[in-house]
């Protein structure tokens, strides 16, 4: 199959820096994604990383490394509205199909 | 610029019956794929469109079956409803793979309920 592996909740406070890991495997990989979604709303596009490196947009930032199966969101200075799921995606043989992650729920405390 | 529209919010349905659920693509978009969300899970691929025919398909049962029409909106019938069909289902648009990768808009989903 083609697991995706992310926390299942994490906890931080506000302001902090967060990082969310997942893991995939590697073979036949095309490009990954993260989503963020808010509960009872639709998955809203963050980000997509295809070569190695860290992608940065604003106060989210993507890792990837190819050869490790391995990403991470990281999310800076943190605000209580990115309390959300967020959902690392993969897509894999150049297939329009994205499989997904179970999603981190991510609590932000004052 | 109207994003991707989904119909209805929110159905109740029972064991054994059919429910037909609708979306229209972002527009300039041809592809549409759709996705199952059961709570606290990440969105299960269930199939996509593409000039009207399916290309892709997931691990879903044939009672899942779809359509795309001319116009590139879709949609999504399932048959002989089961309790575990209970979920959010979404309808993400895409613009046909040009330049290596196809960010997908999703629409806002519909809750089915399955009594």
């Known amino acids: 199959g083609q697991n995706i592996d992310q926390p299942t909740e994490m906890t931080a406070t506000e302001g902090a820096i967060v990082q969310i890991n997942c893991t995939y495997q590697t073979s036949g990989f095309n490009g990954l994604f993260w989503y963020q979604q808010h509960a009872g709303e639709a998955p809203t596009f963050l980000s997509y990383?295809?070569?190695?490196g860290l992608e940065e947009k604003g106060r989210f930032s993507s890792f990837l490394s190819r050869s490790k199966g391995y990403s991470y969101l990281l999310l800076k200075e943190l605000q209580m509205k990115d309390s959300a799921s967020y959902l690392c995606?993969?897509?894999?043989?150049?297939?329009?199909?994205?499989?997904f992650g179970k999603g981190t729920r991510l609590h932000i405390l004052p | 610029d109207a994003g991707v529209t989904q119909s209805p919010t929110h159905l109740i349905k029972t064991r054994g019956q059919q429910v037909t659920l609708r979306c229209s693509p972002k527009s300039g978009h041809d592809t549409v794929s759709w996705y199952q969300q059961a709570l606290g899970q990440g969105p299960q691929f269930i199939f996509q469109y593409y000039e009207e025919e399916e290309r892709q398909r997931g691990n879903f049962p044939d009672r899942f079956s779809g359509h795309q029409f001319p116009n590139y909106s879709s949609e999504l019938n399932v048959n002989a409803l089961l309790l575990g069909d209970s979920a959010l289902y979404l309808c993400?648009?895409?613009?046909?793979?040009?330049?290596?990768?196809?960010?997908?808009?999703f629409g806002p989903g519909t809750r089915l309920t399955v009594l």
């Open positions: 995606a993969v897509s894999f043989n150049r297939d329009d199909k994205i499989i």
């Open positions: 993400a648009s895409s613009l046909d793979r040009l330049a290596g990768y196809n960010e997908q808009f």
């Open positions: 990383n295809v070569l190695d």
